[in-house]
């Protein structure tokens, strides 16, 4: 007998469904803090020039985002990989990560507005924490309800949770660096995604990044 | 002989794939009213933090149409499971049902900014009212005419029923409770609807929300 | 030998992925317009319900396109739902077609803005004419280059050519009625969106939208 | 043995999830730059339809970008019709796609408030630059990686590399043209990208556009 929402394949799909989804429009909203100059107050060539490498700070936090947009994306991706089927509870779970997700334009934001604070520097990290904390709650919740698909071993299942704790680590030393100063945050950061973007062959860069 | 627009399991296929982008865009939607502070009225760490301390309402708000959002992608979600095909009438419904999806932004925004008013509290309640009734209206139509998937017995149905009823029951106690004060509305719906999400598995609860 | 871009059923799956997206965020950004008053002018109850009264042009313009994306995607369906498989031109058909789509929320407000005057009324016209056409080239292009299905019989495909026409002759009709004055215009249009939507079973409405 | 983002079949269907989704956002978003306008400059039909002729480089500007965006989502789809599974590394060259494409509503806003600047055209065709290197080297990394169908020939491998690089020559031409005047690339790059969106069935242009 078919009963409404108990776990199912069909569940599964409408997750990854919305997902998609919500990264594809946040993706997309980040870039929309870069606005093209007022037409007023260009007069030469020279002026758009520099109107435009004015520019410079938004395109590095739409970098740092984007990349957090790529390492979140892959996160949720391993993760579901491994899930046969989900349930309700999974999916709540998992709409608590996306709700994060929508969060990161806002935290981008306040990043690039306010690159010298660092309550901004502490926000976008409060952010970081947040989806890796819905994350590591997920994966826990899939393995404890049998969730996870039967081919996948002891070691698999513990390399999720470790990667999970080795990224939250990396981006905590990042946010303490804000004590310095929060440039070195941004700076930190941004080298971690750059790493884990990339995922170079590197052996212990590897064994970092796990 | 293929007809265009007859009942079919690919017509199901396609009303997923617009309600998951609908809600997807709504989910960031209601993120996009949470503006970062204008740069030039912040001078300090603290002015920041004030700044933000300041967007509190909008948090509670975002959390509690998040919270909405959830409970009714479930609600079209445990709908549809159970349906085996879709026709013309039936994908209308559910686009009526996406309207009000698509308006809940506006509600929540209205809430936000009005919250001591007992007009915004009752136009949120409004938008849930009309979600709730193109739902039961969909499931009706989809029972009458032979859409529902054979192996649903009717219990099952019963129990869709039930809990759309159940919930607006909920809502419009909460709704009448802004006689009081607009405040007592939004606690008392946000009490139900972080219940809605979490559904914990204590009888008495359980037995309420079906 | 596999080559790149030639008909196929995932081109065919790729069209309705995009199509979905596309009108999802049409049935949302429509919604945007519809603005939350300004705090600073409501101190009261009562201004709060006529401000929200004097949205009542946002939200019947909201109706009126919320029904003709509606019937789009239904056109839009029912023209795939027949189709086997999909190649480029087809493809970049539709994507016309998408780009008429994406012009709707300006019309729809163009009209909201100036519903007394006539040019408003033969914009959004003009997009519903495009649509029209960009629908009727398809459906010709996939009937020319063997892309229906195989058990889609002659009928069956002058039905699909016969209610474009039908549509559009009503829409002109409308259309015409500017002359007399826009607000019939938007009236008839609305009436004939109506039906549309709700397809009653009554033979002499069934006659004449096919 | 399951592990967690090795190269797979659903790999490949959630990077087509995603770019369907962001190709579907930004189609629409170059739209909303095309505002309405202001209602109190409008006295009579001449005014408004003054005012929306006035609108007419936006309108060119969405053709162009519409144009552009069709040619790459053929671009890509090309591509992944022809890749069998997708492994991380071609997932994120992927995204790095995206994130050209998601820039692409800024840079046709910028060229369309600059037409008579070379840097706006610059910045534009820096874009398309951006789209065909990532575009490249993907398809190099899924030809290296053996992530492509076995049944796709050498020549059909060469094909896709001839093609890029031959658009991109056409787009270097059109930009350099701006050393004579702005205009003058715009329209060209223009007619190319309706040549590429028509494909016409004539011998020389077939060998030129591959």
Redesign the interface.
């Known amino acids: 007998?078919?009963?409404?929402?108990e776990a199912?394949v069909?569940?599964r799909g409408?997750i990854?469904?919305?997902t998609?989804?919500?990264?594809?429009?946040?993706?997309?909203?980040?870039?929309?803090e870069?606005r093209?100059p007022a037409?007023e107050v260009?007069h030469s060539?020279h002026d758009?020039?520099a109107a435009?490498a004015a520019l410079a700070p938004r395109f590095l936090t739409y970098a740092l985002s984007?990349l957090t947009l790529?390492i979140f994306?892959?996160g949720q991706?391993?993760?579901h990989?491994?899930i046969a089927k989900s349930d309700?509870?999974l999916?709540?779970l998992n709409?608590c990560f996306?709700?994060f997700i929508?969060?990161l334009?806002?935290s981008t934001?306040?990043l690039a507005?306010?690159l010298e604070?660092?309550?901004?520097v502490l926000?976008y990290w409060l952010n970081l924490l947040m989806l890796g904390i819905t994350l590591f709650v997920s994966w826990r919740y899939a393995e404890k309800s049998g969730l996870v698909?039967e081919?996948?071993?002891a070691e698999?299942k513990r390399?999720?949770y470790l990667r999970i704790v080795k990224a939250q680590i990396l981006w905590a030393v990042g946010a303490a660096l804000c004590l310095i100063t929060p440039l070195a945050s941004v700076g930190f950061i941004l080298v971690v995604q750059l790493i884990y973007?990339?995922?170079p062959n590197v052996k212990w860069v590897r064994r970092i990044i796990g």
Chains 1, 2, 3, 4 share one sequence.
């Open positions: 007998m078919k009963r409404p929402l199912s069909e569940g409408r990854v469904g919305i998609d989804g919500v990264f594809a429009i946040a993706l997309t909203l980040i870039v929309l870069i093209v037409h260009i060539e758009l020039l435009i984007f790529t994306w892959f991706q391993a993760q990989g491994l309700r509870r999916a709540t709409l996306l709700a929508a969060l334009p806002f934001d306040l507005d306010f604070f660092r309550t901004a926000v698909a081919d996948v071993d698999t390399t999720v973007a990339a995922t």
